[in-house]
C-alpha cells in the first residue's frame, strides 16, 4: 500500500517497502508505519473480505486471494464467566487454514513476498509457523524451507506441502542463528529476517477484529501467550491504531501476556524491571521455547505502557491448565493457551481482573495437531555450518 514505510525504531528515518530486516543507516530494527490521515477502518460495507484482508488499507501488501485467514470467532464461555465472576470470551485463532493465528503472518508474508517477486520463503518454527507458510506457498506456487529443532519436529501435515525441512540441532534460537547466515547467502524472503517487519503486521489484525466483534466497543484486558514477542506487541499496535483512528469507543484494554515456567525472558524482565536477557529454554510448551524474544523489548513496553503484565506459568501446572480449559470450554487448546489460561487464573485471584471485566483470551492455536519428522526431511542433522546445509540443500 502507498500509505505504508518503513521507519527505523532508533534513528526514525523512513524509507519504501522493502525486503530489509535493518535500516541501511543505524542497522536499528524497522516497522511498518502508515499515513493515518483520512483512513477508516470501520466498514459498513457487506461485500468487505470476510477474512483479515478486510483491513487491507492498514497492511503493507494485499495478494490477489483475499478469502483466508482471520475473521476467527470471538465467542462466550458462559461456564468460565460464571466460576471467574468476568465476562470472558475466546477468540478462536484455531479456526484459521493451518488451526492457528501464524496463518495471518504466514499471509502477510507471502503478500509481500509476491509484491517483491520472491520465489522462496524461509523461517524458523518450532511447529505453527512452518505449516502455516508451507500450506499458504503451496497455494501460491512458491517454494519453502523450513528450519526445525531437531528435538521439536514440525506438524506432520507440512511435508505434504512439498517443503523442505531442514532439521536443525538445538534450540529454536540456534535455527534463527542460521536462518541469518543464510539470509546472506540466498535472495530468498525470511520471515523472521527481510520479512519480518512486513510479516508481522498480520498479527495486529486480531486486535482489529476484537473490536469488530465487540460493535467496536473495547474489552477491559486481553490475554495472550507470549514467546517471541511478536504477537503480544502487535495486538498493542492494533490497538494503538484503533485509537488513533478513533475506530472503538472505550479506553485501550489492559494487555497481559503468559510464558511458560521454563522459558520466561519476558516475564523476568517485567516483573524485575530490567533488560531483556536471553534464557535457555527448558519447557515442554513447544510453541513458547523462545529464549531470545526478537520483539521481547516491544512485548514488555506495551505491558506496560496498557497497564498489563507478563506472567510466568509454571510448567507443573500446564498440563492440568490446558486440561481444565477444554473441560470448561469444549475448546482444545495448545499448551500455549493452557499456559494463558493459567495466567487468567492468577490474574482473578490477584484481583489484577476485577469481578464483571470483560476479558477476551486469545487461544493462539489447536491442541489437535500431530507432530514429527517425515521421511522428506533432512536425514542427519544440520548445524549453524552453512556449508553443511548447502549441501543438503543441494547447493554447491
Not at 20 to 41: M, Q
Not at 155 to 172: D, E, N, S
Not at 261 to 275: E, I, M, N, S, V
Amino acid at each position: 500500500m502507498t500509505r505504508a514505510a518503513l521507519r527505523c525504531r532508533l534513528c526514525e528515518r523512513t524509507q519504501p517497502l522493502t525486503p530489509r530486516s535493518t535500516c541501511p543507516t543505524c542497522h536499528g530494527p524497522l516497522d511498518v508505519e502508515y499515513g493515518l490521515k483520512n483512513l477508516a477502518l470501520r466498514t459498513d460495507d457487506k461485500s468487505a473480505p470476510r477474512s483479515m484482508w478486510r483491513y487491507a488499507e492498514l497492511l503493507p501488501h494485499v495478494p490477489a486471494d483475499l478469502s483466508t485467514p482471520g475473521l476467527t470467532p470471538l465467542v462466550e464461555a458462559p461456564r468460565l464467566s460464571q466460576a471467574l465472576g468476568i465476562h470472558l470470551l475466546l477468540k478462536l485463532e484455531d479456526a484459521n487454514p493451518t488451526h492457528s493465528f501464524k496463518d495471518r503472518i504466514a499471509a502477510s508474508a507471502i503478500a509481500a513476498a509476491q509484491a517483491f517477486h520472491l520465489e522462496t520463503l524461509c523461517c524458523s518454527s518450532t511447529g505453527n509457523l512452518g505449516e502455516a507458510l508451507a500450506a499458504r506457498c503451496a497455494r501460491v506456487g512458491l517454494e519453502t524451507v523450513l528450519l526445525c529443532p531437531a528435538g521439536d519436529p514440525p506438524a506432520l501435515a507440512t511435508a505434504t506441502y512439498r517443503a523442505k525441512i531442514l532439521r536443525v540441532a538445538g534450540t529454536f534460537d540456534d535455527c534463527r542463528t542460521l536462518e541469518r547466515r543464510l539470509e546472506e547467502l540466498f535472495p530468498w524472503g525470511f520471515v523472521e529476517g527481510n520479512l519480518h517487519a512486513l510479516a508481522s503486521e498480520g498479527a495486529k489484525t486480531i486486535a482489529y477484529e476484537i473490536a469488530e466483534q465487540l460493535d467496536w466497543q473495547l474489552p477491559d484486558a486481553v490475554i495472550s501467550p507470549a514467546a517471541s514477542g511478536t504477537l503480544f506487541a502487535k495486538l498493542a499496535q492494533g490497538f494503538d491504531e484503533l485509537a488513533a483512528l478513533e475506530a472503538a469507543t472505550g479506553t485501550r484494554p489492559r494487555l497481559y501476556g503468559a510464558q511458560a515456567g521454563g522459558c520466561p525472558p519476558l516475564a523476568t524482565a517485567w516483573a524485575d524491571d530490567r533488560p531483556l536477557s536471553k534464557v535457555l529454554p527448558d519447557t515442554e510448551v513447544r510453541s513458547l521455547a523462545i529464549g531470545d524474544p526478537a520483539y521481547g523489548e516491544l512485548a514488555v513496553g506495551a505491558a506496560r505502557m496498557s497497564g498489563g503484565a507478563i506472567y510466568a506459568v509454571p510448567e507443573e501446572e500446564i498440563a492440568d491448565s490446558t486440561s481444565f480449559f477444554a473441560q470448561m470450554t469444549g475448546v482444545h487448546a495448545d499448551s500455549a493457551g493452557g499456559v494463558a489460561f493459567g495466567a487468567l487464573l492468577e490474574l482473578v485471584r490477584s484481583g489484577d481482573i476485577a469481578p464483571g471485566e470483560r476479558v477476551v483470551l486469545v487461544v493462539t492455536g489447536t491442541g489437535l495437531k500431530p507432530y514429527g519428522y517425515d521421511v522428506d526431511c533432512s536425514p542427519e542433522e544440520v548445524t549453524s555450518d552453512v556449508d553443511g546445509v548447502l549441501a543438503v540443500l543441494g547447493v554447491s
